[in-house]
């Protein structure tokens, strides 16, 4: 999609039917706590930054989860930059580009930060208490964790991509953003 086309309030539901498990662990991290590490921020900002969301609405979804904890003020001082930073508007003005799954899955992710891959990072009892939560069938959940064990992440991560578009199998998943954009289209959207 063309930027601007995705819309803020329409994160929830594309969390659950075409974000890659490491962005919607991220969403839903930051929904429940209201707040994500330095590396969540970053890996999650960039990837919406990728799939279209304007620097606008980044400002205005990071800020209205992040004053349910703390004052604007301190959103302005300390996040508005970081959230700008991300869209190259701070610093060095670099045009960030999203993480691609070998970046996260070489991420070193510690207690309490949701960033990294899931099917890396996550304990595998976690892993298939959240797949089970989120409706995947048990031949699935089943193939996915022969895959984690095996350490073939990425193509756990093409399964799982298979499991929430009734069987559309996926390229070869490379990238958190390739994976929300296959899905786009399988979808129809
Ligand atoms: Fe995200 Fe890539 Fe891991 Fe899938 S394989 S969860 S897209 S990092």
Redesign the pocket.
Known sequence: PRGGEIQIEDLDKHSKTSY????RFLHEALRASHHLRHNGRLQYGLFLKGIGVTLQDAMRFWRDEFTRIMDVDKFEKEHAYNVRYNYGQEGKRTNYTP???MK??CSTPGAGEYH?????HSDSKILVNKLQAYGISTSYIAEISELVKGNH??V??GK?FQSIHGGKTSSG????NQ?FEESQVALGN
């Open positions: 890659p498990l490491c962005m993480y691609s799954c996260i899955i990294g891959c899931p099917f890396k992440y990425q756990a991560c799982y998943i490379q990238h958190p994976f």
